[in-house]
Nanobody, 118 residues
Framework: VQLVETGGDLVQPGGSLRLSCAAS????????MNWYRQAPGKERELVAT????????RYADSVKGRFTISRDNAKNTVYLQMNSLKFEDTAKYYC????????????WGQGTQVTVSS
C-alpha cells in the first residue's frame, strides 16, 4: 500500500495550490479519502473528506468555501484544491485512506509541506 502526496510548496497569502495523492496497492474506489494537516505544535486536523460511494464531501469549517476535495477513481488519485490561502493554512498535509467493514483499514501518506508566507 502506498499513498504519495505531491504539490506542496511555498505560496503567498491569497494564492492557490493543488495537492495530489496517488494511491496504489488497494482498491481505491472502495475507500473514503481524507486530507489531514498538522502544523508545528498542533494536533493533526481533518481538513476534507470525500466518500467512496457517491463522492459526497465534508470540510472543516476553517477551509469551507476555499478548499475543494475531489477524486479520480480511474487514476487512483485524490486532489485538494486550495484557494485563498492564509498564513494559518501552513502545515504538513497528509493523505489518508479509510475503510471499515469487518475491520478498519487506515492508510497514510508521508505528507507534503504547504507554507503560506509573504
Amino acid at each position: 500500500v502506498q499513498l504519495v502526496e505531491t504539490g506542496g510548496d511555498l505560496v503567498q497569502p491569497g494564492g492557490s495550490l493543488r495537492l495530489s495523492c496517488a494511491a496504489s496497492g488497494f482498491t481505491f474506489s472502495r475507500y473514503d479519502m481524507n486530507w489531514y494537516r498538522q502544523a508545528p505544535g498542533k494536533e493533526r486536523e481533518l481538513v476534507a473528506t470525500i466518500q467512496s460511494a457517491g463522492g459526497s464531501t465534508r470540510y472543516a469549517d476553517s477551509v469551507k468555501g476555499r478548499f475543494t476535495i475531489s477524486r479520480d477513481n480511474a487514476k487512483n488519485t485524490v486532489y485538494l484544491q486550495m484557494n485563498s490561502l492564509k498564513f494559518e493554512d501552513t502545515a504538513k498535509y497528509y493523505c489518508n485512506a479509510f475503510r471499515r467493514n469487518y475491520r478498519e483499514y487506515n492508510y497514510w501518506g508521508q505528507g507534503t509541506q504547504v507554507t503560506v508566507s509573504s
